[in-house]
């Protein structure tokens, strides 16, 4: 525990002793007035109870109260949901299809915006788009204006590599470049660290073209307690696209969707349209974690004082018809 004006617990030992002190003479007094008077002091223990408890309540909370006043604070493991989302957008040309309305980019940024809009300040949003290529267009932040306007600037356009915007994700999270090797060995996972507040939200149809492999990417994320969360945008029907004067047919693939999210633990969320689309990303469940906060103990303090003080005010009345 720490306080804030550690100089006014000085003045509550003084005042307390001060305060024990002037008690004490006045005790002293009232029985030698007594004697003097010719009335011989009770000894008795109830008698002794009933003379100095209420007094003994009043002085105790005189400390409290001055303690209260320095203002105390303490470090509490206090629970809240909080941590770091990363929303990966799918930006390639198979997005542009329009079997979900008005196309399926159009409808993750929708359901994505109103994600962002749900959030606390606990959690810190960032967003990355991949094609190919990914590229981490806002640091995760809880100025969710910043996450927003990111989100609204996406557009389509190349192919898709699932498995670099899971390692550009990852790396966001852990600090330095995360990549696989490239002679397939296994990946050395001892300097990711252990992330388990952060989660990865991926919107996408599926449509993997090339690229770093998304399950391996996805074992990554799990060694580091990272799970993925992913959105199918998309139909099975699927939709056409133009690229390049070529008619190209693309429909949802969920099987990879699915396995990259199990990986982790996270789960897949399929939606057919913009609204259903919306309500999944209300499914999407993030981390209940407890972190140490400084918490003030003003209110506690002062509410035992007032309590001794109100405890010691009536007893006194009660037994001796007045509080002093």
């Known amino acids: 525990m720490s306080f804030l004006y550690p100089t006014l617990l000085a003045v509550a030992v003084l005042a307390t002793a ?18 003097a008077a010719g009335f011989a002091p009770i000894k008795s223990r109830r008698a002794s109870i009933r003379r100095h408890l209420p007094y003994a309540l009043l002085l105790a909370a005189l400390p409290i109260l001055i303690a209260g006043l320095a203002r105390p604070e303490a470090k509490l493991s206090v629970p809240r949901v909080s941590g770091t989302v990363l929303l990966a957008f ?22 994505a915006a109103g994600f962002v809009e749900q959030q606390p300040d606990t959690v810190d949003v960032g967003v990355i788009v991949f094609g190919e290529q990914a590229l981490l267009t806002q640091a995760p932040t809880d100025d969710h204006g910043l996450a ?47 992330w388990p507040s952060a989660t990865i939200v991926v919107f996408s149809d599926g449509q993997d073209t090339g690229g770093p492999d998304a399950e391996a990417a996805a074992e990554l994320a799990a060694a580091a307690g990272v799970r993925i969360q992913t959105v199918g945008v998309g139909t099975e029907k699927g939709g056409v696209v133009e690229v390049d004067g070529y008619q190209l047919g693309t429909a949802l693939d969920e099987t990879l969707l699915t396995g990259v999210a199990q990986v982790t633990g996270g789960s897949y969320h399929r939606a057919g349209d913009a609204g259903a689309l919306a309500d999944t990303t209300k499914s999407i469940d993030l981390r209940l974690t407890t972190k140490k906060e400084p918490v003030e103990l003003t209110a506690p303090f002062a509410g035992a004082a007032l309590l001794l003080l109100a405890v010691g005010a009536f007893l006194s009345t009660r037994w001796h018809g007045r509080i002093v």
């Open 90 to 111: 799918d930006v390639s040309n198979s997005m542009k299809a329009t079997d979900v309305a008005p196309s399926r980019l159009a409808a993750a940024q929708q359901a």
């Open 148 to 194: 927003l306007n990111a989100i609204k600037r996406a557009t389509a356009s190349g192919g898709t590599s699932l498995g670099q915007a899971i390692l550009v994700g990852l790396g966001t999270i852990t600090g330095k470049p995360v990549t696989l090797p490239q002679d397939g060995a296994a990946p050395d996972t001892s300097a990711l660290g252990y």
């Open 18 to 35: 001060a305060a024990v002190a002037a008690y004490v003479a006045v005790q002293r007094r009232r029985t030698a007035a007594m004697t």
